[in-house]
């Protein structure tokens, strides 16, 4: 009778103990997406979720902040890599050009500021990585503002802009939560 109670017990805590690991993401999305109006909870809980190892799944808040910037930071290396690419199609104009070595500029500089917010985090320095976080968020919005200052001037990269400014906003909501 004691064994079974115990055998019991123990799986009523491992169940509990999966059970709250498997809410993690969505549980912090959630959290996250009330606490900052920008952010998209679908997107927040997708990305992730998409981007974790299934056989090392994060099994605290903590790791979600880092995993969240990670995946920021590959993806604005995705995009300079787009960006390269697209520089070399010689339809484009020189305005069109010029918008995309600025925007190149922009997430190489953020991609740095990225790598100052995992520091910063890190060390527990919460206000420091939120001012980085803020900092790479604004270079999807001004990238996506160099293509507006020419009358008729169509972004190439309004999709990857919205993308990269979704994914800092995670990264700095959750940030957020531990300057609260």
């Known amino acids: 009778m004691r064994f079974t109670?115990?055998?019991v017990l123990l799986l009523l805590f491992l169940f509990q103990c999966s059970s709250n690991d498997s809410n993690l993401i969505p549980q912090s999305c959630k959290e996250a997406s009330n606490s900052?109006?920008?952010?998209?909870y679908d997107i927040c809980v997708s990305t992730l979720e998409a981007n974790i190892s299934k056989k090392n799944p994060p099994t605290k808040f903590e790791d979600l902040v880092g995993i969240s910037i990670e995946i920021t930071k590959t993806n604005g290396t995705n995009i300079i890599a787009n960006i390269l690419k697209l520089l070399n199609n010689q339809t484009f104009?020189?305005?069109?050009k010029?918008?995309?070595?600025?925007c190149s500029s922009l997430y190489e500089y953020s991609i740095s500021t990225l790598?100052?917010?995992?520091?910063?985090?890190?060390s527990k320095d919460f206000d420091t990585a939120n001012l980085k976080l803020s900092a790479a968020l604004d270079t999807s919005v001004t990238c996506e503002d160099q293509f507006k200052l020419k009358n008729g001037e169509v972004s190439l990269l309004t999709k990857e802009n919205n993308v990269y400014f979704?994914?800092?906003a995670i990264s700095l909501a959750f940030v957020n939560k531990f300057n609260q």
Request: proline share 4%.
């Open 5 to 7: 109670l115990s055998l």
């Open 93 to 96: 104009s020189q305005y069109t």
């Open 166 to 168: 979704q994914l800092n």
């Open 36 to 40: 900052s109006p920008t952010l998209n």
């Open 115 to 122: 790598n100052d917010a995992i520091v910063a985090f890190k």
């Open 98 to 102: 010029a918008c995309l070595k600025d």
